[in-house]
């Protein structure tokens, strides 16, 4: 069964996952990381993306950005993905896949999960019980987005912007929303969105996107299609 093309669209922002192969590490020393970030950094400027928020785990990597054109996360990701793997190949005296496949992803509403999203990734270090709070990881974005640490990668989505006038405004009003973990079902569902190459949204949101891509953007319905009486 051919794989479903990517949904994407310029200007809309788009979460990402990419995975070890195997779920096996992909980053083992602290140089493994500064590589990583450099080359994003490169790379998201050279392919037109504009990256809000990143975390960068042991065996896989989330990323939220605006691509500007349709083949723009595509391409940032494909030069991403081989430099680092060189780099690793190299360094490591190791030779084959890097990467589990296709990277995952899904185009996100502004309005009503955009910020969600954000909080989504700079909280896996927690989750993942490698820290109690999202300060205290140094390979994620919540530094810059919360306590205005520099960060040449990132590039404010107009959301957060809105989070106050002044940036110690919004970095006070983004740390606000760290004092509660997200909700289950809000995880449960950038989880399925992501894996499933889905539109995170409401149901307004998911028939605009149908509608713009021309394509199915949400999960399909189990069984077989009911006949129709004559």
Not at 159 to 170: A, Q, V
Request: charged content about 25%; aromatic content about 12%; overall charge positive.
């Amino acid at each position: 069964m051919p794989r479903r093309p990517r949904l994407i669209y310029p200007g809309i922002p788009l979460h990402i996952i990419q995975r070890g192969n195997n779920r096996q590490a992909c980053f083992f020393a602290d140089d493994d990381y500064l590589f990583y970030l450099d080359w994003l950094d490169e790379y998201a400027k050279i392919s037109g993306c504009a990256v809000h928020a990143f975390s960068l785990m042991t065996n896989h990597v989330h990323l939220l950005l605006t691509p500007a054109d349709k083949s723009s996360a595509g391409e940032l990701m494909k030069r991403l993905g081989q430099r680092y793997v060189q780099y690793i190949n190299r360094t490591y005296k190791r030779s084959g896949t890097l990467w589990e496949g296709r990277f995952r992803s899904c185009i996100i509403q502004q309005e009503n999960y955009f910020l969600a999203c954000h909080r989504y990734i700079e909280l896996n270090p927690v989750r993942a019980k490698m820290v109690e709070h999202p300060g205290e990881y140094r390979w994620s974005s919540y530094r810059t987005n919360a306590q205005g640490e520099s960060c040449e990668i990132l590039s404010h989505h107009s959301i957060y912007l809105l989070l106050g006038t002044t940036n110690n405004e919004r970095q006070t009003a983004y740390r606000e929303l760290f004092r509660f973990q997200l909700e289950p079902g809000i995880i449960d569902n950038i989880r399925k969105a992501t894996n499933g190459n889905f539109a995170l949204g409401n149901d307004r949101f998911q028939d605009e996107m149908a509608q713009m891509l021309g394509r199915r953007v949400k999960p399909g319905v189990a069984g077989r299609p009911r006949k129709r009486k004559e």
